[in-house]
Structures are given as C-alpha cells and as structure tokens.
C-alpha cells in the first residue's frame, strides 16, 4: 500500500510540474523573458540547429566544470524556437547545445531558456546562425583575453611544447593554443584589438596571420630597400643624401 501511495505521489509530483511548465510556456512573452523549463520537454534533434551548433569537446569540458561549480546561469539561458504544428507546440532547441548536453550528464532537469516566435523555419535558421556567429566571437574574445593573462616566459620553463602547456592552461586543445601563440607573435595590433574586442573570430585572426607572404633574407633586404629610398624621397632628400644614410646604415648594422 505504501509502495502504491508512493508512486502515485511521483505521478502528482511530475504532473504538477508538467502542468506549471506548460502555463509558464503559455505565458511567456515574445520578448526576451526568461524562464525555467524541463530539459525532457525540448526538442534537441531538430536539423539544421544541430549542426548549426556543434560541441567542441575542449568546450564542453570547461562549461562541465563551470556547471560543476556555480550551476546554469540565469543570465546565459538557451534559445527555443516555439514551433506550432496544428494544435500542437514544439520546443525546438536552436542555441545552447552544449549547456543542454552537460545538463543531461549532470543529471540537470531544469534548464534556462529564452522561447522566440519565427514565422518559418528559414527564420528560425537565420536567429539560429545569428546567435551561433555572436557566441564564436564572444568566445574568442573571452579567450584571447585570458591567454593575454598568461605568462608566456614563465610557462616556457615549463616542461613539454609551449602550445600543450598553454592548451592545459586554458583547457583547450594543443592546436588551438597554437593558433593564439602564432597570432600573438605574428598578427597586427589591428587583429589583435579586434580579436581583443570580439569583433572577429580567432579562425579569422590566424587565417590573416597564415596568409602573410613568407619571404626569403634577399627579398625582405630588397622590400627594405625600397621602403627606406620611398621614405626619403618623401622627405625630400637628394639621391646623394639618401645613398649616404643607407651606407651609413649599412655600416652600423656591420660594426653591431
């Protein structure tokens, strides 16, 4: 009998919630109110969201840790598209794939969403790549700032490759930290203070560091050459004045 008393309080238990989680669905605004809802209820295999937003294992291994110590935030909720079909209403899940896959393994039930209302599914997919485009960027941002935090000359002492150390320092992969070490050494100020900035990507920030033409010694010492006589000419300098300072350059540069 206790056992039948006890079952039947799980089923009130859960219809209750059920029922809360569907007036607070029908509540909600169009705006951008958060709300509470069971994982169980949105849908999470809904293409192209799905590969729209796939899960980094290196990220999703520091958002698990994150989860681990302060739990999902408020501030950061997932995007639901609430998709009527008929009389019926889908809670197709198009950002925060990642938060949703360490809820479940983490045993979360609850998760924290924002629902939005498209007309199609073709506006739905454009929300979903706008918000996917604007996490990457915050993303790199943030990283970028925290590997600017790191003392390089310290963590050369280190042993191993100086791109494992860094990818263990900041729980990324080993080919990632590569591509912020080279765009630390080799990128612009102006890539650096947009990547600094979030404004663009750090796929982008290296592809701009992968670009740059390699040259040989002699071509560089030519290029050099011509930009020191298109300097001086600018100035005004005679030819004889010019040929003097580059000899007198060349000859500091010998007796260094």
């Keep these: 009998m206790n056992k039948f008393k006890n079952t039947l309080n799980v089923v009130k238990e859960h219809t209750a919630k059920i029922i809360k989680s569907a007036e607070t669905l029908a509540n909600a605004k169009k705006t951008d109110e958060v709300v509470l809802l069971p994982l169980s209820l949105i849908n999470r295999t809904t293409e192209p969201f799905v590969s729209l937003n796939p899960v980094d294992e290196a990220q999703r291994l520091r958002l698990e840790d994150s989860i681990k110590k302060v739990g999902l935030l408020k501030s950061n909720p997932v995007i639901i598209w609430r998709r009527k ?19 479940k393994k983490l045993g979360i039930a609850n998760v924290y969403c ?23 960027h915050d993303d790199a941002k943030s990283l970028y700032q925290q590997f600017e935090k790191l003392n390089l000359v310290e963590l050369k002492k280190e042993p191993g490759r100086l791109n494992e150390v860094v990818a263990k320092q900041l729980g990324i992969s080993a080919h990632n930290a590569h591509k912020l070490l ?36 002699k071509d560089k010492a030519f290029i050099q050459g011509v930009e020191f006589c298109l300097k001086h000419i600018k100035e005004k300098k005679s030819p004889d004045e010019i040929i003097k300072m580059a000899n007198d350059s060349i000859n500091k540069a010998v007796m260094k």
């Design 85 to 103: 079909n008929g009389k019926k209403t889908d809670l197709v899940l198009i950002e925060g794939f990642s938060r949703c896959a360490v809820a």
């Design 114 to 136: 924002i629902i939005k209302e498209f007309k199609d599914a073709e506006e739905a997919e454009e929300a979903a790549r706008f918000n996917e485009y604007a996490r990457r």
């Design 182 to 217: 080279q765009i630390n050494a080799k990128a612009s100020d102006e890539v650096k203070t947009a990547l600094r900035d979030g404004t663009i990507s750090t796929a982008s920030a290296f592809q701009s560091v992968a670009k740059e033409k390699k040259y040989s010694p």
